[in-house]
């Protein structure tokens, strides 16, 4: 009874912090869009020396427990990934980020907005978190995505011509 008790706060606390997908599939999945999509490799982590560390810390009941390590990175639409014009003059921004050692990823955003038509994923081969839009944009400009499994995620930015240059991203990394 305990464990279930501790689930079920654990479930109704991360459903009040749980971003709101809007559906759909990202552009990539059913476009002839490109394919070269530009990869952000992290540093590796020393595993090995973290685990050291929790055996320390873990002893102590006032200390959380770590969940994950935040990577800082320098990523915007700006200064990497890679941005495809469509025929019609939309845009399409995608990036992949790799964390070596990774059991899971999730993304912090320090400055996020979308314009009104802006549509993102982030997304690999163990799930989709999206669509984000418009809708998701917060006074203070911070915004976070959910944990995907794995190493390796994609982030796809799907920009209108009518908007081109309004949209903000910029990235950390926990994983």
């Known amino acids: 009874m305990k464990h279930f008790l501790t689930i079920l706060i654990l479930l109704i606390v991360s459903n009040g912090f749980a971003q709101i997908s809007h559906g759909g599939q990202p552009l990539s999945f059913s476009s002839t869009i490109a394919q070269n999509i530009p990869i952000y490799t992290t540093p590796t982590q020393n595993i090995k020396k973290l685990i050291n560390e929790d055996a320390v810390t873990d002893k102590y009941k006032d200390i959380a427990w770590r969940f994950g390590i935040e990577i800082p990175v320098n990523i915007n639409l700006n200064n990497a990934g890679f941005w495809e014009t469509l025929?019609?003059?939309?845009?399409?921004?995608?990036?992949?980020?790799k964390s070596p050692n990774a059991k899971t990823i999730n993304i912090n955003y320090s400055h996020f907005y979308l314009p009104k038509g802006g549509r993102f994923f982030v997304y690999n081969k163990n799930g989709i978190l999206g669509s984000f839009t418009s809708l998701n944009n917060k006074v203070d400009g911070k915004f976070a995505t959910s944990l995907l499994k794995g190493n390796t995620v994609t982030l796809a930015y799907f920009e209108p011509l009518s908007v081109k240059g309004k949209g903000i991203k910029h990235v950390n990394i926990n994983t």
Do not use: C, K, M, P
Not at 88 to 97: E, H, S
């Open 87 to 97: 025929n019609n003059g939309d845009r399409v921004w995608r990036i992949i980020l």
